[in-house]
Structures are given as structure tokens and as C-alpha cells.
């Protein structure tokens, strides 16, 4: 990837589309009104740096673009990452929060803040502890959270 602010920005469009999936009707429409915010090109280049450094709680608290929130700005993060920092990037999204919640996982708690910045980065921190407990890759741990989506109890068998 090229980390010239016209090739963030393709590579940005490219998540947003790939992070809407195939049933999120309004994903264009945020790509449209994030390609036309003026801070873009500077936040891409700004967070993406921050990210690199391993410094996740900055890169969260510096991602403002018009249309973009955290479940699709941890998105770019993690597909930013390009492993120099101390632990890589997660997504965060709903389907992925439905499970932490399901297993009692409490991201203020676990922060000791109610700050969003910091319970993302206190995210990716217990999520790469569990994943060595597991011996998985964390992201490997991220997508099975995702498609759980928030199912944690076993299913009773049918009768």
C-alpha cells in the first residue's frame, strides 16, 4: 500500500466497501460524505501513523470524518496495521461488542474508564491475551467473535 495521501484514500474507499458487506445499504453514501470531508486525507495519513506506532487510544481519538464511526474507523486500523506495533489492530463493531457483552465482558471495567478511546485499546489488549491463552491469532479470535455475533450460550438440542 502505497501511504501517499491519494493511495490512503483508495485504500480507505476499499475498506469502506469491503466493510459494508453486502447488506448495509448505506455504506455508500457515508463513503461519498467521508470522501468529501476535507479532513480525510490528513486523518488517513495522521492514523495511520499513529496505528504503525502501536499507539491505538491516539489513533482512536484523532479519527473524526464526516460519516465514519468507530465500527468502520477500526476497520481501517486494522487493515493499516502493519505489525510494528507491540499489538495489532482489531475491528470493533457491533457484532463483535454483541459477543464480549454475552460472555460478561465489560469494556469500562476493563478499562477503568468510561473514555471510548481507551476501552478500544483495553479491547485489543484482553483480546491478544486470550488469544495467547489460546494459542490463535487475534484477529482469527476477532472474526469468530464476529460471526458469534453475541450467540455464546449453547443451543439446546432439538427434540
Known sequence: MRTQADGLCEFFTAVMIWGSGTTNGRGPRYTEMALCDARLRGTLARTCELVRAGDLVGAYRAFRVAGVGSPFFTKWFAAVDDGSGMERALILDSRVFNTLNGLGWVSW?????????VRYAA???QMHSWARALDVDPSRLEWVMFHLNGEVSPKSPAH
Open 109 to 117: 471495567k476493563a478499562a477503568g474508564t468510561r473514555t471510548r478511546a
Open 123 to 125: 479491547y485489543v489488549h
